[in-house]
């Protein structure tokens, strides 16, 4: 089994040198979902920045794709995070251009050359989303569950190994997120590595999969009660 993202006797720090997990070990496999939980400043979102570069590994053993992370080259950062697609809560798109061009505006930023190459890229994204005939709408002009599948669109833009996913459901109702939920799964049969952190239990009642907790310090299994 293909090993995606891995930690060992790892620690984790915020950005002004304050330690906030410590002794990580963490395995996630390729086409593995797995629901990250914990409460407000448990260490969650300095998880998932550590996996995409934003904060350094100081300590231990990190690895993300084929890139180990300690002592990571900033200029190798962008060949990283093309291995990586992110969905955000609040979608985070360009209110002043289209669908089709929120999500040219990536492929433009990670070298994409040929034009023809860059459109059906964006049709198969969107296809996979749901959202082909949305393709010149603006976002103003989407629901909020039609905006969060243009993230995650984006997210699959340039085939990303691996899905970070924070919050993606923070803004939605139930019904628009069991749609997201749902297609976040599918995602996940075709092969992506799904890391998604979530404050919602429902969801992950509903929709149950591989649970671990940032609590105390620590990354822990959970079995069994959330609570």
């Not at 995409?52 to 060949?79: C, D, I, S, T, W």
């Not at 198969?124 to 989407?142: C, F, Q, S, T, Y």
């Not at 905006?147 to 970070?164: D, G, H, M, S, T």
């Amino acid at each position: 089994m293909t090993t995606t993202i891995e930690f060992k006797n790892a620690d984790i720090y915020q950005r002004d040198n304050k330690l906030i997990l410590s002794n990580v070990n963490v395995q996630l496999h390729k086409g593995e979902f797995v629901y990250l939980i914990g409460k407000v400043g448990s260490g969650k979102t300095s998880l998932i920045k550590t996996i995409f570069a934003e904060l350094p590994l100081k300590q231990g053993y990190g690895k993300v794709a084929e890139f180990e992370l300690r002592n990571f080259p900033r200029e190798n950062v962008p060949f990283l995070r093309r291995k990586l697609g992110i969905i955000f809560q609040d979608f985070q798109l360009l209110t002043d251009r289209n669908v089709y061009n929120n999500l040219k505006f990536v492929l433009d930023a990670t070298d994409w050359k040929n034009d023809h190459d860059k459109g059906n890229q964006i049709q198969n994204a969107l296809e996979i989303v749901g959202l082909a005939d949305k393709i010149k709408r603006m976002p103003h002009e989407l629901s909020g569950g039609e905006q969060q599948r243009v993230v995650i669109a984006r997210a699959l833009l340039n085939n990303p190994e691996i899905i970070l996913a924070d919050e993606p459901t923070g803004n939605l109702d139930p019904e628009t997120s069991n749609g997201i939920m749902e297609l976040l799964h599918e995602i996940k049969n075709l092969g992506k590595t799904i890391l998604m952190a979530t404050h919602n239990y429902n969801l992950i009642s509903k929709f149950e999969s591989r649970v671990i907790k940032c609590e105390n310090g620590k990354v822990l299994e959970v079995i069994g009660d959330l609570q």
